[in-house]
């Protein structure tokens, strides 16, 4: 049974930060590509960031700079860190695997608001 479980969401300030982890259980973590997308209120949902299993990156236009994505192959882990914040990235945060299979997470609440 495949599961991915979000957590590090909350609320925070503008220019705050938040770091997202997704925890990967059931599938063989190293050969997926891991993304982070997200999910605003009456907006589709679009890919935030993602890493390839050779850890290739890349990033919206609207988070470069600012975000960050990594993999720990060892812990089936992924990684989103968030910095300076803006009110425009509250949304649902959802992690996903993808190869050849599509998995996804339940995703995590992250607020921006002062």
């Known amino acids: 049974q495949v599961q991915l479980v979000e957590s590090g969401g909350g609320l925070v300030q503008p220019g705050g930060s938040l770091r997202l982890s997704c925890a990967a259980s059931g599938i063989s973590f190293s050969i997926y590509t891991m993304g982070w997308y997200r999910q605003a209120p009456g907006k589709q949902r679009e890919l935030v960031a993602a890493?390839?299993?050779?850890?290739?990156?890349n990033y919206a236009d609207s988070v470069k700079g600012r975000f960050t994505i990594s993999r720990d192959n060892a812990k089936n882990t992924v990684y989103l860190q968030m910095n300076n914040l803006k009110p425009e990235d509250t949304a649902v945060y959802y992690c996903?695997?993808?190869?050849?299979?599509?998995?996804w997470g339940q995703g995590t609440q992250v607020t921006v608001s002062s």
């Open positions: 996903n695997a993808r190869f050849f299979s599509n998995y």
């Open positions: 890493i390839t299993s050779g850890d290739s990156t």
